[in-house]
């Protein structure tokens, strides 16, 4: 049996997440995680492969309240957007930026990390390479995330990790 804490501490660093606009039901089972892991800002972002707009919001507050129930997490996440994908790069720049791509699938990252950082995810299908240059051209790096192709919620968990317990540079 485990008991709740009247209140939780906030992350340590912010973190930011760019949803890139998979279908409604994926982004609903994306959205636990994120709130879990404490991201702070959800930017919805359309892009080439997008499928589709954000769920509704009704549907949105419930999927938030159940995850912060969960976790016990006092405050919900930002929600900003949608927003183009070069105008969604300009959100959230105190952060360092990645974005998750395919192209580096098995290579090596250097990651050091001195405070929050925000990662762009591409949607089912992932970014074009045109994304891919448009982002490292506003200054976001690529991240690899495994040997294997992740489906979007389990990139966007598993890049968010890797970010959060990136070491601090010595």
Same mark, same amino acid.
């Given at each position: 049996?485990?008991?709740?804490?009247?209140?939780?501490?906030?992350?340590?660093?912010?973190?930011?997440?760019?949803?890139?606009?998979?279908? =409604?039901?994926?982004?609903?089972?994306?959205?636990?995680?994120?709130?879990?892991?404490?991201?702070?800002?959800?930017?919805?972002?359309?892009?080439?492969?997008?499928?589709?707009?954000?769920?509704?919001?009704?549907?949105?507050?419930?999927?938030?309240?159940?995850?912060?129930?969960?976790?016990?997490?006092?405050?919900?996440?930002?929600?900003?957007?949608?927003?183009?994908?070069?105008?969604? #790069?300009?959100?959230?720049?105190?952060? #360092?930026?990645?974005?998750?791509?395919?192209?580096?699938?098995?290579?090596?990252?250097?990651?050091?990390?001195?405070?929050? #950082?925000?990662?762009?995810?591409?949607?089912?299908?992932?970014?074009? =390479? #045109?994304?891919?240059?448009?982002?490292?051209?506003?200054?976001?790096? =690529?991240?690899?995330?495994?040997?294997?192709?992740?489906?979007?919620?389990?990139?966007?968990?598993?890049?968010?990790?890797?970010?959060?317990?990136?070491?601090?540079?010595?």
């Amino acid at each position: 049996m485990y008991s709740r804490r009247s209140s939780c501490p906030r992350p340590r660093a912010s973190s930011c997440s760019y949803s890139a606009s998979p279908e =409604p039901s994926a982004v609903l089972e994306i959205l636990p995680g994120l709130i879990e892991i404490g991201v702070t800002t959800i930017v919805w972002t359309r892009c080439a492969r997008s499928q589709s707009p954000p769920p509704g919001q009704a549907r949105l507050d419930r999927v938030v309240r159940a995850a912060q129930r969960q976790c016990g997490r006092p405050n919900a996440p930002h929600f900003v957007g949608p927003h183009e994908l070069e105008t969604a #790069a300009s959100v959230r720049t105190d952060l #360092a930026g990645f974005f998750a791509w395919e192209q580096r699938r098995g290579l090596a990252d250097s990651l050091a990390l001195t405070g929050g #950082a925000r990662l762009l995810v591409g949607p089912e299908g992932g970014l074009t =390479p #045109a994304e891919a240059e448009l982002l490292a051209a506003t200054g976001l790096q =690529p991240l690899g995330l495994g040997p294997y192709t992740l489906r979007t919620g389990t990139a966007a968990l598993v890049g968010l990790a890797r970010l959060m317990f990136a070491p601090s540079p010595r």
